[in-house]
């Protein structure tokens, strides 16, 4: 059956490799939209290509513009993407949007019975258990996730259940800063940041995987994902990204998952699960390669990993505001008015001055959360 993919962040890193692959398979695949923020032109690319597709952009000033140049009628703000995800001709969401602003489609989808490939971590790391909540009153849907690490675990753990298994051990590249002395990490640029040796991401997510607040934000969507405590998730870090991740099951059995780094490997995974078609990518040549390392990431050196640690251990709503603080100091580092270091004291700062409201988890809660850690990360900057 042929698949009408709703394709949330159309325009970024993730969207394109998505795209690509939909390009790939244009008998299985078929774009029933596209959303994005603000990028005109690339919208108006898409829509040419799939003349068909529906389009929805955040910004309303700039949905008009492409209105105007496509003559197509455009969705916009956060109500043209949820009109996009809950129109009954689409069969499967790739929620590919870059933040926060993720979490909100994602429930919808699942509140409409939708399957989602979902390469929004934000989503899972904010709000994991309204959604495990949501997933259970909708068994209809069903989340396969595209970030590497858990798709690689998705694979590994091919439906076994969660007391099989012994740990989770989420590879991590160790970004840019893996070798670099801890007393030159005051001097970090922008561009040294941004210079990731295996990865081509977008900025945000660069950023994190320099500090490693990727990787914690990827052992609390792990916890999530595979209903495991934090105890049983580990990080090991692996420079040449080969090795996606690993499950370690209790009978000794380790396995890994190995693929060129290539997003779209795990977006095609993601999408027809646990069917497997063909793509072209590179392929891992092993003689060539000849070796893999695997080292303890160092967490004097990269605070973030701890710090999302301990909100994920936490719980409640502290998961939300580490990642609200870390989603505006990233910002504010991107555009160079705080130095690298000051990103995890930031967020720390923010864990401290934000109290825990108490009582049952609910996504009001979160939302307070969200918005008072951004309140109190930009008054940092
Ligand atoms: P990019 O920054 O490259 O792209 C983000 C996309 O989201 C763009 O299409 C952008 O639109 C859109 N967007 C941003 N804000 C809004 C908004 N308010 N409303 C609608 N659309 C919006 O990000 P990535 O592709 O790198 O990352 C996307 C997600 O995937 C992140 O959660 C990331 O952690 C995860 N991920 C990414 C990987 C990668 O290889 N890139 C690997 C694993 C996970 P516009 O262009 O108009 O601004
Ligand atoms: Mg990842």
């Given at each position: 059956m042929s698949k009408a993919i709703c394709l949330l962040g159309a325009t970024g890193s993730i969207g394109c490799s998505a795209l690509d692959v939909i390009k790939q398979h244009k008998e299985r695949f078929s774009l029933h939209s596209a959303a994005a923020h603000s990028n005109v032109q690339k919208m108006a690319d898409i829509s040419k290509e799939y003349p068909n597709a529906k389009l929805a952009l955040f910004d309303k000033d700039c949905a008009l513009e492409l209105q105007k140049l496509t003559g197509k009628k455009v969705l916009a703000g956060m109500e043209g993407l949820l009109e996009l995800v809950s129109d009954s001709a689409c069969n499967l969401v790739l929620n590919g949007l870059i933040g926060s602003v993720g979490c909100e489609p994602t429930l919808k989808a699942i509140e409409c019975g939708k399957k989602i490939a979902l390469a929004n971590k934000e989503t899972l790391v904010m709000a994991g258990a309204i959604i495990k909540e949501a997933l259970k009153k909708n068994p209809a849907s069903q989340i396969t996730p595209v970030d590497s690490e858990h798709n690689a675990i998705f694979q590994c753990l091919?439906?076994?259940?969660?007391?099989?298994?012994?740990?989770?051990?989420?590879?991590?590249?160790?970004?840019?800063?893996?070798?670099?002395?801890?007393?030159?990490?005051s001097q970090i640029t922008l561009k040294d940041a941004l210079n990731h040796p295996v990865w081509s991401m977008g900025k945000k997510i660069t950023i994190d995987s320099a500090s490693m607040m990727n990787k914690g934000l990827e052992v609390i969507e792990a916890?999530?994902?595979?209903?495991?405590?934090?105890?049983?998730?580990?990080?090991?870090v692996h420079p040449q990204s080969m090795?996606?991740?690993?499950?370690?099951?209790?009978?000794?059995?380790?396995?890994?998952?190995?693929?060129?780094p290539d997003m779209r490997i795990p977006i095609l995974c993601a999408m027809t699960f646990p069917e497997r078609l063909p793509l072209q990518t590179p392929r891992l040549n092993l003689p060539e390669i000849q070796s893999l390392t695997f080292f303890e990431p160092d967490l004097k050196k990269f605070p973030c990993l701890a710090l999302a640690y301990e909100a994920g251990r936490a719980g409640g709503t502290r998961a939300a505001v580490l990642n609200a603080a870390n989603e505006v100091l990233v910002n504010a580092f991107i555009q160079e008015k705080i130095s690298f270091l000051s990103i995890p004291r930031g967020i720390e700062h923010c864990l401290e001055k934000i109290p825990e409201q108490g009582g049952e988890l609910t996504l009001e809660k979160i939302l307070l959360a969200d918005s008072s850690a951004r309140e109190e990360a930009k008054c940092l900057i």
């Amino acid at each position: 059956m042929s698949k009408a993919i709703c394709l949330l962040g159309a325009t970024g890193s993730i969207g394109c490799s998505a795209l690509d692959v939909i390009k790939q398979h244009k008998e299985r695949f078929s774009l029933h939209s596209a959303a994005a923020h603000s990028n005109v032109q690339k919208m108006a690319d898409i829509s040419k290509e799939y003349p068909n597709a529906k389009l929805a952009l955040f910004d309303k000033d700039c949905a008009l513009e492409l209105q105007k140049l496509t003559g197509k009628k455009v969705l916009a703000g956060m109500e043209g993407l949820l009109e996009l995800v809950s129109d009954s001709a689409c069969n499967l969401v790739l929620n590919g949007l870059i933040g926060s602003v993720g979490c909100e489609p994602t429930l919808k989808a699942i509140e409409c019975g939708k399957k989602i490939a979902l390469a929004n971590k934000e989503t899972l790391v904010m709000a994991g258990a309204i959604i495990k909540e949501a997933l259970k009153k909708n068994p209809a849907s069903q989340i396969t996730p595209v970030d590497s690490e858990h798709n690689a675990i998705f694979q590994c753990l091919a439906g076994r259940g969660a007391e099989e298994v012994e740990t989770l051990l989420i590879t991590a590249s160790g970004g840019p800063f893996r070798e670099l002395p801890a007393e030159k990490f005051s001097q970090i640029t922008l561009k040294d940041a941004l210079n990731h040796p295996v990865w081509s991401m977008g900025k945000k997510i660069t950023i994190d995987s320099a500090s490693m607040m990727n990787k914690g934000l990827e052992v609390i969507e792990a916890h999530f994902l595979f209903a495991l405590p934090y105890e049983q998730i580990k990080v090991v870090v692996h420079p040449q990204s080969m090795v996606h991740s690993l499950v370690q099951f209790r009978d000794g059995n380790l396995m890994a998952q190995l693929g060129a780094p290539d997003m779209r490997i795990p977006i095609l995974c993601a999408m027809t699960f646990p069917e497997r078609l063909p793509l072209q990518t590179p392929r891992l040549n092993l003689p060539e390669i000849q070796s893999l390392t695997f080292f303890e990431p160092d967490l004097k050196k990269f605070p973030c990993l701890a710090l999302a640690y301990e909100a994920g251990r936490a719980g409640g709503t502290r998961a939300a505001v580490l990642n609200a603080a870390n989603e505006v100091l990233v910002n504010a580092f991107i555009q160079e008015k705080i130095s690298f270091l000051s990103i995890p004291r930031g967020i720390e700062h923010c864990l401290e001055k934000i109290p825990e409201q108490g009582g049952e988890l609910t996504l009001e809660k979160i939302l307070l959360a969200d918005s008072s850690a951004r309140e109190e990360a930009k008054c940092l900057i």
